[in-house]
């Protein structure tokens, strides 16, 4: 009974045990995905430990490499950390969104209007990620809270023009672009910005 009980504390501390540091150099870094993408969160979050945005960025590597479980731990310790920053919500949003997980990904995005509703940044970009996979309705949605609080962010209605074409939603693209091009009729950063979308999308039908 004895020798059970020390062969299970004796799993249990194996269990418990930090992973070592792996040596980053460029056998490492041209070695197995998921060990990088861990490997550099980890790294990262004993450099700085009790940043939100790192910890955002660390649980985005996690769901990358798979450990969904060590990405929502992270994810959780910078929503506690900064559970109002429109940014961070953001973050943690995005790479749900960017890793298929849909409903993840809204909630987190819901989050920005309801803790942090007046951060026009966080709002705009949650727009783009969003119509950038095609969420073109719910990435409508948050334009039109930017439009309430600012009605001239002529620089973000470029943004959100080039996302739509990216997801190859040219007319509703060009509703934003005739928006930033009305503001700023003399501003040649509008013209030359939607001519780059156009060339850089290749939307020429």
């Known amino acids: 009974m004895r020798a059970a009980l020390l062969a299970l504390a004796a799993l249990t501390l194996t269990a418990q045990a930090p992973k070592s540091t792996p040596a980053f150099d460029e056998t490492f870094f041209s070695g197995d995905r ?12 004993s450099i700085k430990p009790k940043d939100a945005k790192y910890l955002a960025e660390c649980g985005r590597a996690y769901l990358a490499a ?4 060590r990405a929502v731990e992270a994810f959780r310790a910078a929503e506690a950390r900064e559970s ?5 919500l953001r973050l943690i949003a995005q790479a749900w969104l960017k890793h298929g997980y849909k409903t993840e990904a809204l909630e987190g995005y819901e989050k920005i209007l309801q803790r942090d509703p007046k951060n026009k940044e966080a709002i705009t970009q949650a727009a783009v990620d969003l119509a950038e996979v095609g969420l073109v309705n719910e ?4 334009m039109g809270v930017l439009v309430t609080l600012d009605g001239d962010s002529w620089e973000r209605f470029l943004l959100f023009g080039r996302a739509l074409l990216v997801a190859g939603q040219r007319r509703k693209a060009a509703v934003w672009f005739a928006r930033a091009a009305s503001l700023k009729p003399n501003e040649e950063k509008v013209f030359l910005e939607i001519s780059r979308a156009f060339a850089e999308t290749q939307s020429l039908m």
Request: aromatic share 4%; hydrophobic share 30%; charged share 40%.
């Open 34 to 45: 998921r060990a990088i993408l861990e490997g550099c969160a980890d790294k990262a979050r």
């Open 66 to 69: 798979m450990d969904k479980p």
């Open 84 to 88: 109002k920053d429109g940014q961070v």
């Open 139 to 142: 990435a409508g949605r948050y």
